[in-house]
């Protein structure tokens, strides 16, 4: 077994590294996927076909390529799961949690497998390890195909996950008879009370998303976002009423999100008209729901005119479109009232057809990538920043001190653009967007919920945010922490929830954005918040205040969690409580020199927020000048710099000196006291302090004289010296020489502890 | 300079031979307070004159700081404070060898650098076993050429010993 037809051996390592990657890319891809299923057969009852088909066709692929490499185990697994997913696919039997849990595992073994074979190249010796699962297959497989039976015996549909009780099957069939056009909806799917419910609730959420988008989209009519948005929110609805063969809103709803999709491919504009009759779909739509929710079913009068409207508009831009008319909305409108109907229909359904196929390029990753080897990325980053010191090397060469070169300035201020464009695609090439450490915690934040048995959801956005790879790389386990911490702390148990007026379903917010030169990710939950004064009795027991302390801000209550070893549970759960989390977290944003802010609301939740510079080896940086040394400042520390007045500096019997600046009491750190470096300026009045900020901590150094403000390309000190209190590394200035980068935090820290 | 240049051509054939043995019995020799010491060839990535040291806090007074190699942040360590011998301003002849252990570059300040010699393992004696001076540990051999003896180094002691004698 598991003998190659590729002889050659480097030929069989590119094959199976591609097919590893391939298939490590597959998994990733099929379990939000698996899970994105259960929530939707759990919550709405309904099989999303287009999800189980996506599942079914990745097993597909993974089995494919595996056969391609004879991986028994994968292609066995693999197979047993199609036969269990063609089950559901042909609409035979529902999926319940236990069938996702064993497609779930059935994705960990074969990432088990992915490892071994990277290992060995074969899967050898782990055929036994398949046949656990294949059994546990075939069971399910006949046990599945047995309920189908039993069903089909009682009823002429399949089972629905909850089970009934007779009363609701009987309202529920009541309500299907009301419906119109039930008979024509998906066959097979029976409509309980729950799903109206949830089509309800769901309904009046996208009738106001649409509305609020439609508002937004009159003010601003060339606002894709919006249209975007709406055209989503007719499509929600749309897909929801046709589901539960609701056909009149379904009708509505296609029209109105015909007309958006021609304004979101602005192949029309936007004009208040279109808005109207859409505003005057949605409160048609409204009314049907609310007959719905009544029990009856939705009469939507004036549906046939609004829709004849809508279709109208929406082949008038088609037509337009033919014909290349710039302001197609208005003659295309003139054109529509000569043109059939049924011609505008066709429009449509080429405008359509169109639509999905972009959709769908969009899907795959439309633009073209290829692969580069990360170690020329590395250098081709260590070239740039070689350049960016080359530049400022010759710009201000110190040959050049005192002549008149008003053409050679020009040109270095071209280079300087070109050298900050180059350094930007270059950082941007590391660039990888969350959406994979995210899509992980979707995984995480469900099995978690499981584990500790309360209703979780998790709501992500901006998944697409770009962030350096070692930023990806060291936020993952943060994030784990943080997010775990969050369902395990943070959000309370279903009875707890109740009893304070909360849902019962937590809600943990997963969210990253660009902010100023940085990412920030936030993690916040809706839970308890967190306990002052557990954290201050903690701390005062493990000394780290003394419990004069009680009135201390929050943040630096908040600041304690992050202590090593600092938990307040009593219970260390298999979740977490051994306080070594966060201990963790912060580390590991120190790394990639970011901060973490903690907010909290007692009862409402807690919000983690991290904040992490997007360039991790370049910055804008201030050097100052202290005897004959040069230092450098990170600029986002610098709050600001002055000369003092004497008036200003008091000394205090232990010798430290504090300035007042607008009321506000800083010590002063002498850098030569500090450095020990001779210099001859010694008066404060004579040099320049220059105040730092370090989370909300405040104070000033004592320079010589600030010398400016340039671009530093970070560089470690040798690993020869060890870490260098007070310094964060160096950097090497025009003149070529080294200048220390000073570590604002550590300096801030340690400001209290400076002798003299 | 001329030395110097000679003796960087010499390492850099010694690169493109790229060959071992030709390597082994071959030292770099420096003067320091009037003693001649000898470093394994093999260990010299090359040697420059001296230049501006950016002063690093919180070292050993050993440790001058840091300089600039094209680009690389190299520390330098005066060899002289190293061996506990007085110090002495630099001059035009004052050197840095840049050595490189374990993929530790270091820069090494020496009064001046003299030639490559070959010392074959017959003509070394083991190290004197006084006592006295706390550079003895740094000692690998003593190197006999002709009539005089070099002190050959042991390279290692030299950049990772912190232990003993550290102020």
Known sequence: MATIAYGDFEEKLELVKCFLNDSREMLDAVEPQIIAMEEKALTVGEIDEAILNAIFRLFHSLKGSASFLDLQTIISVTHEAETLLEIFRSGRAVIKPAHVDLLIRTTDYIRNILDVVEQQLSDEGYEESAGEIIADFKKTIVNVLEDQEQAADGQLAPRLPEEKTAAEAAAAAEAIENMPGANCGDPGIEITPEILKHFVEESNELLDEAESTLLALEKAPGDQESAIAACRAFHSLKGNAGFLGYSGIEEISRCGENLLGQIKEQKKDCDPVDVSFLLIAIDIIREGVRQVEAGSAPELPGKQEVCAYLEKLTAGTAAGGAQKEKNGGEKGGKAVKETAAANGQENIAAGEAEYEAREKQTGAGGQQAIRIDLDKLDKLLDLVGELVISEAMVANNPDLKGLQLDRFEKAVLQLDKITRDIQEVAMSMRMIPLSGTFRKMKRLVRDLAHKAGKKVSLNITGEETEVDKTIIEQISDPLVHLIRNAVDHGLESVDERLAAGKPETGLVTLEAKHSAGEVWIIVEDDGRGLDREKIIKKGIERGLISSENREMKDEEVWKMIFEPGFSTTEIISSISGRGVGMDVVKRNIEKLRGKIDVRSRPGAGAMFAVRIPLTLAIIEGMVVKVGANRYTIPINSIKESLQPRAGQITRTPGGLEIVSIRGELLPVIRLHHLYQVKTECLDLEEGILIVVENDEKKCCLFVDEVIGQQQIVIKGLSSYLGRVQGISGCAILGDGDISMILDINDLIINAGEVKR | ?167
């Open chain 2, 1 to 167: 300079m001329s030395v110097k240049e000679r003796l960087n051509n010499d390492l850099l054939e010694d690169e493109y031979e790229e060959d071992e043995d030709t390597q082994e019995d071959k030292f770099l020799t420096f003067v320091l307070n009037r003693e001649e010491y000898g470093i394994e060839i093999r260990h010299v990535t090359e040697i420059i004159g001296i230049q501006n040291i950016t002063e690093v806090p919180d070292m050993p007074h050993y440790i001058k700081g840091v300089i600039n190699l094209r680009g690389k942040v190299i520390p330098v360590m005066d060899v002289r404070l190293r061996f506990g011998v007085a110090e002495r301003d630099y001059d035009d002849r004052t050197c840095i060898i840049v050595i490189n252990i374990e993929e530790q570059s270091v820069g090494m300040i020496v009064d001046r650098v003299s030639e490559v010699l070959d010392i074959p393992k017959s003509e070394v004696a083991p190290p004197p076993k006084v006592k006295k001076g706390e550079s003895s540990r740094f000692i690998k051999g003593m190197g006999k050429v002709g009539e005089r003896v070099k002190i050959l180094l042991n390279e290692y002691q030299l950049l990772f010993d912190f232990n003993k004698g550290e102020d």
